[in-house]
């Protein structure tokens, strides 16, 4: 097994808000895994609040590189546990690495990698599109400018409700909220049943990811589903989440890629969860893997290539949310770097 990366800087098209900050550029990590002349690619985008930089991703990869390098490839699931031992407090890491590794699995076997799986993509869930937060006006500009039909909207300030009931009044599209854990208890009891007669189909995290007493008493009051972001990170959350959330969003950089993500699927499906699987601004090479869990999910936010001003590969498309494959193989993309070229 050879390794290689790229990190990449990527311009949103618009400044991008949430409750927890503003950001314009989406930093990123692309890896190339080579095995036996057949490469594969994975991508870890930088999340400030997880305290994961690019720049972390490449110490802790180059610091441990050969052994990345020496282990000897068979199939993904054996070598995400390697991986996962390898490095144990970057996740983010682990999933580029895991992602890149299905990606050669599928092109050994000839097959997409939701054709591996057994996967149908003819009922495939629609992609939202998110609208950070702004002034009603830039909000309302920003939605049609990509008439599409489900938003997911981002919540988490005084002007939440008025924010929303200008989108409504501009569209009949399906509409989603995300408080990124913004809300307390008081404010979300509030304002759920207003987003109810906005015609709002459900909440992610409300509460602060550790308020499992808050989120109790709102599992029980909402009239809304609610599903967790934040309060679930790993595969141990997806329980926790029982009782006090209707359903999970499954982000692969912080669950640590594919292999324990197709897990936490398992395991919501067991437990009766909603399952959705979100993005985290990942450019087309991360959107593919998520794109490839459709079959087997109730809702998916895989907007990042929609976002971002740049992309660096190819090989998914985006149509009114509905989403297209290529006839490659793994996951069916041409990584081109910024200028269009083929890199490697």
Not at 236 to 248: A, P, S
């Amino acid at each position: 097994m050879k390794v290689n990366y790229w990190p990449f800087n990527l311009k949103f098209r618009h400044p991008f808000t949430i409750s927890k900050g503003t950001k314009t550029h989406q930093p990123t990590l692309v890896v190339e895994l080579e095995h036996f002349g057949i490469k594969g690619y994975g991508e870890a985008p930088a999340i400030t609040y997880y305290n994961i930089t690019v720049d972390k991703m490449i110490a802790d990869l180059e610091a441990r590189k050969p052994f990345v390098e020496k282990f000897a490839f068979t199939d993904p699931d054996r070598y995400w546990h390697y991986l996962h031992h390898l490095f144990p407090h970057n996740p983010f890491l682990v999933c580029a690495l895991d992602m890149a590794a299905w990606d050669i699995y599928g092109k050994i076997k000839g097959k997409l990698l939701y054709q591996l799986w057994g996967g149908d993509i003819a009922n495939n869930p629609v992609c939202d599109y998110t609208i950070g937060i702004d002034t009603p006006e830039k909000m309302v500009t920003k939605m049609k400018e990509l008439p599409w039909p489900i938003y997911k909207i981002k919540v988490g300030t005084a002007d939440d409700i008025a924010n929303v009931r200008a989108l409504r009044e501009n569209t009949d599209a399906v509409l989603r909220v995300d408080a990124n854990a913004a809300w307390d208890v008081d404010t979300a009891l509030k304002l759920i049943p207003q987003l109810k007669e906005l015609g709002v189909e459900l909440v992610e995290q409300p509460l602060a990811k550790d308020d499992w007493e808050g989120m109790k008493i709102l599992y029980k009051e909402s009239s809304l589903p609610l599903y967790a972001d934040e309060a679930c990170v790993a595969e141990e959350d997806v329980e926790k989440c029982y009782g006090h959330f209707h359903g999970i969003n499954i982000k692969l950089t912080k669950c640590s890629g594919i292999t324990p993500a197709r897990r936490m699927i398992e395991t919501a499906r067991k437990l009766g969860l909603g399952i959705m699987v979100g993005s985290m601004n990942e450019s087309t090479v991360g959107s593919a893997a998520i794109a490839h869990l459709l079959p087997f999910i109730d809702h998916v936010d895989m907007d990042g290539p929609l976002l971002l001003e740049e992309d660096v590969a190819t090989g998914i498309g985006y149509d009114y949310g509905r989403i297209s494959y290529s006839d490659a193989p793994g996951l069916g993309i041409k990584f081109t770097g910024l200028f269009g070229k083929t890199l490697s």
